[in-house]
């Protein structure tokens, strides 16, 4: 049986995509030409791949099990067609998808873009949220780098250590714990807002306070870190977060911030991809890019020198 490979790179486009007209746009084709290989892989497969609902298109429950590892396939055949290459960034067209805490997203994101943009200005860059619950898409190729505060466990997932972030406290002006000394017992009292993707109420902090006999009163978990900062800002809610990745967001908004009144462990932050991109160099010059943007969060502020004056003042 005679197969022409290149239904494969089609199928992954129109899986991607989820339209023939949207594959087309990617592979540079008619969609004429995208709706014949459609044919041809319907008729390879046996299966309709995409089905219409309405005015859009979904895939069948076969192509949703085949995606993972045809995007696969395709990326490891432009890796062994591509080893020897040059990497030529002014040419090169292809999207990666980043998935970074959404802190680290709004502090970091525009210049990632813009630095990718200057470079490579046919590279998209897709930046989702962060899900609610842990999968395995990092695995699947379906996301190229991924943010953390923990080294990964699973052997083919590679990290890189990119800064430690201490703990500050967040809260409005004119609140009742930016007077006097912020001491364990002031802090515990006050009322809190944790930070969490899936609502918990609980955080490390928690854990640390009950070991010194303190119990802190949360009252509600936000999803984002946009949203907790913008609640403390409105209420009396304090709110205990990363210093380097929400400096700016703190600052635009005029919130007040206070040391942490007890020691805590830095935070780490790690990029993380698949092992399958360690000798791609698009993914190379991606994650080395994202590196040096992130890194300049946890730069020494830069200080204007005031110029030497002499004896007499002059």
Known sequence: MQLDLNLL???????????VAGAADRLHVTAPAMSRSLGRIRKATGDQILVRTGRTMVPTTRALAMRAQVHALVQ?????LSAQQELDLAALERVFTVRWHDALTAACGTALITAVHRQAPGVQL?????????????????VDLESSSSAPTL????HRLVGRD?????????????????????????EHLTVSRRGSLRDPIDDALTTRGNERRVVAAGPTTAFALQLALGTDLVVTLPDAVTRTAREQLGLVTLP???????????????????????????????????????????????????????
């Open 9 to 19: 790179t089609a199928l992954d486009a129109l899986l991607e995509e989820g339209s």
């Open 166 to 190: 201490r703990l500050v406290v967040a809260v409005r002006p004119g609140h009742p714990l930016t007077e006097g000394p912020l001491s364990p017992e002031r802090y515990a009292a006050a």
């Open 260 to 314: 942490l009144p007890f020691l805590l462990p830095d935070v780490p932050l790690y990029l993380l991809w698949h092992q399958r991109y360690d000798e791609d160099r698009a993914h190379t010059w991606l994650r080395d890019l994202a590196t040096e943007t992130v890194q300049a969060l946890f730069a020494p502020p830069i200080t204007t020198q005031q110029p030497l004056t002499n004896q007499t003042g002059q």
């Open 155 to 158: 052997p083919d997932i590679r």
């Open 76 to 80: 490891q055949a432009h890796q062994l």
């Open 126 to 142: 897709r930046l989702p949220a962060e899900p609610g619950t842990d999968d395995a898409e990092l695995r699947r190729g379906e």
